[in-house]
T-cell receptor, first 115, second 113 residues
Framework: EAQVTQNPRYLITVTGKKLTVTCSQNMNHEYMSWYRQDPGLGLRQIYYSMNVEVTDKGDVPEGYKVSRKEKRNFPLILESPSPNQTSLYFC??????????????FGSGTQLSVL | GENVEQHPSTLSVQEGDSAVIKCTYSDSASNYFPWYKQELGKGPQLIIDIRSNVGEKKDQRIAVTLNKTAKHFSLHITETQPEDSAVYFCAAISTGTASKLTFGTGTRLQVTL
């Protein structure tokens, strides 16, 4: 089944404790991206990757890191989480033929709480 | 940069009625407009999209209209059913190798029996 898999689904952590949210897609997609969803703000892009070893900042990259060492994986790293990073996070991917991020496939989300 | 405004933020309709969600965008260079549906506990899912060279597109009970001059586009759902209850997001993309997708803030649609 074609899908984007995120783990974990729920995560509670404390301020300053490094964490990684994994994302993997099995559709051989070139484009991958991370979004955060907050009430009243919709979906905001954190980082995106056009292909392996190519990453770039989105609208809200502060406090986050990503890497794209393999085509299928795009982990989101929070080196020192803070309470304002409490949010619902989504990973997404697309084939990227023509418009890079059309027809996005989203993962099921990771609800992160930073205490 | 692009700014996408979406209205209303919540919408309640009776089963069988129609629902309309409206979005406006600011960047005249935007030329691709997708709509995503997010069911409770799930990630957004693409339900319909339209390109700027088309004024209207239909897929069964859903349709999207685009007015490039006014820079607004709308999602129309006819004969609503309880399973249409979800949060709907509009978005706009300005093409290019670093094309940027900007989402609206979402509309929570509730279809009541």
């Amino acid at each position: 089944e074609a899908q984007v898999t995120q783990n974990p689904r729920y995560l509670i952590t404390v301020t300053g404790k490094k964490l990684t949210v994994t994302c993997s897609q099995n559709m051989n997609h070139e484009y991958m991206s991370w979004y955060r969803q907050d009430p009243g703000l919709g979906l905001r892009q954190i980082y995106y990757s056009m292909n392996v070893e190519v990453t770039d900042k989105g609208d809200v990259p502060e406090g986050y890191k990503v890497s794209r060492k393999e085509k299928r994986n795009f982990p989101l790293i929070l080196e020192s989480p803070s309470p304002n990073q409490t949010s619902l996070y989504f990973c997404a991917s697309s084939l990227s033929r023509g418009i890079a991020n059309e027809k996005l496939f989203f993962g099921s989300g990771t609800q992160l709480s930073v205490l | 940069g692009e700014n996408v405004e979406q209205h209303p933020s919540t919408l309640s309709v009776q089963e069988g009625d129609s629902a309309v969600i409206k979005c406006t965008y600011s960047d005249s260079a935007s030329n691709y407009f997708p709509w995503y549906k997010q069911e409770l506990g799930k990630g957004p899912q693409l339900i319909i999209d339209i390109r700027s060279n088309v004024g209207e597109k239909k897929d069964q009970r859903i349709a999207v209209t685009l007015n490039k001059t006014a820079k607004h586009f709308s999602l129309h759902i006819t004969e609503t059913q309880p399973e249409d209850s979800a949060v709907y997001f509009c978005a706009a993309i300005s093409t290019g190798t670093a094309s940027k997708l900007t989402f609206g803030t979402g509309t929570r649609l509730q279809v009541t029996l």
